[in-house]
């Protein structure tokens, strides 16, 4: 795959920044994301929305930031550091939400304006815990889709934002128009949960034109991450300038690595290795 140009040594690197909650497990979230950052060459800033309790075996507890917090690591990281590009990852909150779109406006993040914004509309972990309150779907759906570059949902995020259930090629692209109807400006469904396709297929929609991708499917149990580090490997391509077909296929073919070198850790499920970018030389 074609890798993103890093900076020259001692020189400022393209930075980007997750929006995000933890995982003490390390294997999701922005643990996650600032891997992908971090092996992409891009310097990885962070707001943090919420500290959750977690390891292989799932999510136990969750505490969450104060919204002016989210807010103000935002406010203070864009305006002295810079940002090429942000993401959002697991928020929580209506409130947590609604402080994010607000300072996003005050520092030009998000579609139409300087900073590209990808939402990976985190609802639930891998195991069903929920963290994303039922409240909070309103301001997801009205406030934070609507200022988002492109919006990232797994098939089951799909069908609680949308509620259409993806099931084929049809449903897939009814979910991605209803996507880009509440406002985004890009809407990718992801179709690595279709478990009906031999493939993992991707959906791009930006109103007018669709952009199907498709990569082998990888069996394995140990996919903690996956979508997170798509989302961030998305982000460092926008954060380097490119469009949102060239970021996907970038990303596409960074988390398929992943997948193929994930590991398994704990007792449950393992995360994707995007540390395959330097572990020397893949095997045959």
């Not at 759906?141 to 089951?156: F, G, K, S, Y």
């Not at 991708?213 to 989302?231: K, N, Q, S, V, Y």
Request: charged share 15%.
């Amino acid at each position: 795959m074609k890798l993103l140009p890093p900076a020259p040594l001692g020189q400022t690197p393209v930075r980007a920044m997750t929006i995000a909650g933890t995982d003490s497990g390390g294997g999701a979230g922005v643990a996650a994301d600032l891997r992908t950052m971090a092996l992409a060459g891009v310097h990885g800033c962070v707001a943090v929305t919420a500290v959750t309790v977690q390891n292989t075996l799932g999510v136990s507890g969750v505490h969450t930031i104060p919204p002016e917090t989210v807010a103000g690591q935002i406010r203070t990281v864009v305006t002295d550091i810079g940002i090429g590009a942000a993401k959002t990852g697991m928020l929580a909150t209506g409130a947590i939400i609604d402080a994010i779109v607000d300072v996003a406006a005050e520092v030009g993040i998000g579609r139409d304006r300087p900073i590209p914004l990808v939402v990976d509309p985190v609802c639930a972990s891998m195991h069903g815990h929920q963290l994303l309150a039922t409240e909070a779907m309103d301001s997801l759906r009205e406030r934070l889709i609507p200022i988002a570059t492109v919006v990232t949902p797994n098939l089951d995020e799909v069908a609680l934002i949308t509620g259409i259930t993806v099931v084929d090629e049809d449903t897939q692209r009814a979910a991605a128009i209803e996507l880009h109807a509440m406002g985004a400006q890009w809407a990718l469904v992801k179709g690595g949960h279709l478990r009906s396709s031999p493939f993992s297929p991707d959906l791009l929609y930006d109103g007018e034109t669709f952009l199907e991708l498709d990569h082998e499917r990888i069996d394995t149990p140990h996919d903690h991450g996956a979508g997170d580090t798509l989302a961030s490997a998305m982000c460092c391509a926008l954060a380097h300038g490119l469009s949102v077909p060239d970021a996907l296929r970038f990303a596409k073919d960074w988390v398929t690595e992943s997948i193929r070198w994930s590991y398994p850790l704990g007792a449950g499920h393992g995360p994707v290795n995007p540390l395959w970018r330097v572990s020397g030389p893949l095997p045959d």
